[in-house]
C-alpha cells in the first residue's frame, strides 16, 4: 500500500473545482464517492469535531484511488509494478488540480509505504529485525505483545520518517495514525488482516 499525499493549506471552496477535477480523470478514475470526514479541532478551552467533505475517485479494478478534500489531495494505491508506473498516475492526477484552477497553497508533499512483515513456517517474527529494532525485555517478563521502534532523519530537502511494529497492535493491521482508503487489498494486506483475526504476530514497515 503506498499514498503520495500533497498537504495543503485549507482550501474550502474545493467542492467547486471537484467537477472538473472528476472530468480530467474520468478515463483512469471512472468511480466517484463524496463522503464526510470528521476532524478534532483543539481549542484553548474544548475540543470540537470539524466534518469536511471529501470526494474519492476510484479506477475500476478498485486498485488506486484519488482522495480530494481540503486540507490534502492524496493517490492511494495497492496495485501497481513500480515507482514510474505509480509516478505516472500520480502526475495525471496532479495536472488535473493544476488545469482544473484549484491553485492549491501547498505545505507539504510525501510518499508513505505500507510493508508486512509476514513470517514463514519455522521462522518466527523477531528473525527479521536487527537487534536494534527488538525492543528492551525486563528481566523476568515474557514475550513483547507489541513493539513500536520510530526515528525521523533529515536530508537536505527531505525527512524520512521510519517506523517497525513488530509485533503489531492486537486487533489491527493497519499502521498507527493511517486512514486507508477502500481499495482492494494487496495479497500481503490480507495476510496481515488474517494473521491478526486470528492472534499470530506479524509486524507494519511504515515509511
Do not use: C
Not at 43 to 58: A, H, I, K, M, Y
Not at 181 to 186: F, S, Y
Amino acid at each position: 500500500y503506498v499514498v503520495a499525499e500533497v498537504r495543503i493549506s485549507a482550501h474550502y471552496s474545493i467542492a467547486q473545482f471537484v467537477p472538473a477535477i472528476q472530468q480530467l480523470l474520468r478515463d483512469i478514475f471512472p468511480r466517484t464517492e463524496e463522503g464526510i470526514e470528521v476532524a478534532l479541532a483543539i481549542g484553548t478551552s474544548n475540543q470540537t469535531t470539524v466534518p469536511d467533505r471529501v470526494w474519492r475517485l476510484t479506477a475500476p479494478d478498485n486498485g488506486r484511488g484519488v482522495h480530494l478534500g481540503t486540507r490534502a489531495i492524496a493517490l492511494h494505491v495497492t496495485r501497481y509494478q513500480d515507482f514510474p508506473e505509480l509516478a505516472i498516475w500520480l502526475a495525471r492526477a496532479l495536472q488535473a488540480v493544476q488545469e482544473s484552477g484549484l491553485n492549491p497553497f501547498i505545505e507539504r508533499i510525501g510518499l508513505r509505504y505500507i510493508d508486512y512483515i509476514l513470517p514463514s513456517d519455522g521462522h518466527q517474527l523477531m528473525d527479521y529485525l536487527i537487534p536494534a529494532l527488538r525492543g528492551v525485555t525486563p528481566p523476568g517478563a515474557g514475550p513483547a505483545q507489541t513493539t513500536m521502534w520510530a526515528a525521523t532523519y533529515p536530508f537536505d530537502t527531505f525527512t524520512v520518517d521510519a517506523r517497525v511494529v513488530a509485533p503489531s497492535l492486537p486487533g489491527t493491521f493497519l499502521p498507527p495514525n493511517f486512514s486507508a482508503l477502500p481499495l482492494a487489498k494487496p495479497s500481503t494486506m490480507l495476510a496481515a488482516e488474517e494473521r491478526s483475526q486470528k492472534g499470530q504476530p506479524f509486524g507494519i514497515i511504515d515509511t
